[in-house]
C-alpha cells in the first residue's frame, strides 16, 4: 500500500499556492477560501483536542451540510480523531444505538437538538455535547472562535481509522465500517485521476455529507483538485438549474437525474458549460441515461462503490459509457465475480461479486466475527452485490444478494423496519420490500398482518406512529394489510412473491 501519513496532509499538499484561491461558495452567496479552510479545520482541532480526546476517539456528528461541516470534519482528520457523520433525519432512539456502539468522545448536534442530545448523553457519561448549525454559529465555533488559527496535523498510521461509516445490514443492526486514511487517500487519488479533474473543475455539490458518496467522492476529489466547489444545503432542483452553468461537475444518485429531467426548461441550455456528470449509488434506469443524453447532449458516467470499498468500477472517462453497466475496475481495484464457493465465474455469468484493494476498508468497528465473514481466505470482501463481468471487462449490478432497499439512493434494511412494525400494538408481523418508484428509484412498502379483531389498525395509525420512531426516508410510502405473509416450505417469506404483487401500487 502506498503511504499518506494523513489523508488531509496529501490534500494540504496540493492546496493552490495563493490560498485566497476559493474553497466553497454557498447557494446564498458565502465565499470561503482554502485559508479559511486551513483556518477553521484548525480551530476545530485544536479545540477538540483541548477536551482531552486522544487519536482515535470518535466525534459524532450530527447536523445540517454547511461550510462548516466540512471544516470539522476536515478538523477531525487533522486531529487523528475518527469522525462519525450520522444522518440528521436519524431520531433518538437510533441515536442511542449509535452512542452506544461507537462511544463517542464528543458529539456535535443542531441547536435545536441540545437538550434531546443531553438526555441520551448523560446516563453514557458523555460530557462533551456541542452545537453547530446550517450558518457554521453553535456553542462548537463559539468556544473555539478565540483559539488559535493554526494545528500541526498530526501524524497517523495509514492504517489508522479516519472515518466510521455506519451502514446497516440484514440482521437490521448497524455496523460500523472503519475507513483508514490509506483507503480513503487510495480511492479519491484513484477517482481523481480516472476522471480527468482539470484545474478549473467546478463541482456543483448536492449531495448529503454523511455518506460516502457527497462526503468522500465529491469532496476528496475537490481537496485533491485544489479548486472551487458550489456547496448546496441540499438537492434542489432551481437551485441546481440556476447554478450548473456556473459548475463543470455533478455529481449525483439517479434520483437526482430523473428529477431534474421532470423540468421542461431542463436541456443544453443549462449544461453547456458543464464536462461530467457522475451518478451512482443506486442504479441509473438506461432510459434515464438515454433521456439525458437526448435532452442535454451529455453522457452520465455511472459508477459502483460502497461504504465499505469505496469506489470499486467506473465506466471510462474516454471510451465508451454503456448504459445499464458500472464500467471497468478502478486503477487499484481487483473485482471478481464467484460462485457460493467462491470459485470465480466464467465471463457472462451471474454471481457473487467480491473485491480486494486498498480502497477495501479494515473491517466493522467491534464486530471481528462479522468483519471475518466477509472476507475470503484470500482477502476478496463479499460485497453482497450480484454481478456480471462481460469480455471487455464491464461490470453489470444485477441485483443484491443482500436484502436492501434503495429509495432516493438512501440504503433502507428491511429488518430494521419490520422490527419497530411489529413493536406496535396490534401487529403480529410484517415484511418490507421495495417497490419501483419514479421519483425514489424504490419506495418502502410494508406489507402487514394485524392481529385478530385489530381492524382498528390502520395504515395512516401505523405510519404516524413509525414517523416517531424512523428517519423519514425509511417509513414506509404505503402499508397493506393481508390475513398472512406468503411463505415457502422453508418457512421463509416470499418476498419476490410480494414484490410482484405491489410492483405498482407504491405511489
Ligand atoms: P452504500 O454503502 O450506501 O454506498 O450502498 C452501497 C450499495 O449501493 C452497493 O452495495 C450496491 O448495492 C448499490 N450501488 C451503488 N452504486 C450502484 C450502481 N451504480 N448501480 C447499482 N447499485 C449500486
Partial sequence: MTVYENIYSLFAGRFPSDQRAPFIETSAGGHYSYADLERESARYARFLTGLGLQPGDRVAVQIEKSPAAVFLYLGC???????????????????????????????????????????????????????????????????SRSLGDEFDTRRVSPDATAVLLYTSG????????????????????????????????????????????????????????????????????????????????????????????????????????????????????????????????????????MTETGMNTSNPLDGPRRPGTVGKPLPGVSVRIVN????????????????????????????????????????????????????????????????????????????????????????????VIGAPHSDFGEAVVAVVVRAPGREDVTEAGLLTALKRLIAGYKVPKRVFFVPELPRNTMGKVQKNLLRERYATLSE
Fill in 340 to 431: 457460493d464457493k467462491d470459485r470465480p465465474l466464467q465471463i457472462g455469468a451471474v454471481g457473487q461479486l467480491q473485491v480486494k484493494g486498498d480502497g477495501v476498508f479494515k473491517g466493522y468497528w467491534r464486530m471481528p466475527q462479522k468483519t471475518a465473514e466477509d472476507f475470503t481466505s484470500d482477502g476478496y470482501f463479499r460485497t453482497g452485490d450480484l454481478a456480471r463481468l462481460d469480455g471487455d471487462g464491464y461490470v453489470s449490478i444485477v441485483g443484491r444478494a443482500k436484502d436492501l432497499i434503495i429509495t432516493g439512493g438512501l440504503n433502507v434494511y428491511p429488518k430494521e423496519i419490520e422490527a419497530c412494525i411489529e413493536k406496535l400494538d396490534g401487529v403480529v408481523e410484517s415484511a
Fill in 77 to 143: 482528520l487533522r486531529a487523528g480523531l475518527i469522525y462519525l457523520p450520522l444522518n440528521p433525519a436519524y431520531r433518538a432512539a437510533e441515536i442511542e444505538y449509535y452512542l452506544d456502539d461507537a462511544a463517542p468522545g464528543a458529539v456535535v448536534c443542531r441547536p435545536s437538538d441540545l437538550s434531546g442530545m443531553r438526555e441520551l448523553a448523560g446516563p453514557r457519561g458523555l460530557k462533551h455535547v456541542y452545537t453547530l448549525d446550517a450558518d457554521g454559529q453553535g456553542t462548537l465555533t463559539g468556544e
Fill in 170 to 305: 440484514t440482521t437490521g443492526r448497524p455496523k460500523g465500517a472503519m475507513l483508514t486514511h490509506g483507503n480513503l487517500a487510495a480511492n479519491a487519488l484513484a477517482l481523481h485521476q480516472a476522471w480527468g479533474w482539470r484545474p478549473d473543475d467546478v463541482l456543483l455539490h448536492a449531495l448529503p455529507l454523511f455518506h460516502i458518496h457527497g462526503l468522500f467522492v465529491a469532496c476528496h476529489c475537490v481537496l485533491l483538485n485544489g479548486t472551487k466547489m458550489i456547496l448546496l444545503p441540499k438537492f434542489d432542483v432551481p437551485a441546481i438549474m440556476r447554478l450548473l452553468p456556473k459548475a463543470t461537475v455533478f455529481m449525483g444518485v439517479p434520483t437526482f437525474y430523473t428529477r431534474l429531467l421532470a423540468d421542461p426548461a431542463f436541456g443544453r441550455d443549462v449544461c453547456g458549460h458543464m464536462r461530467l456528470f457522475v451518478s451512482g449509488s443506486a442504479p441509473l434506469l438506461p432510459q434515464t441515461f438515454d433521456e439525458f443524453q437526448q435532452r442535454t447532449g451529455h453522457t452520465i458516467l455511472e459508477r459502483y462503490g
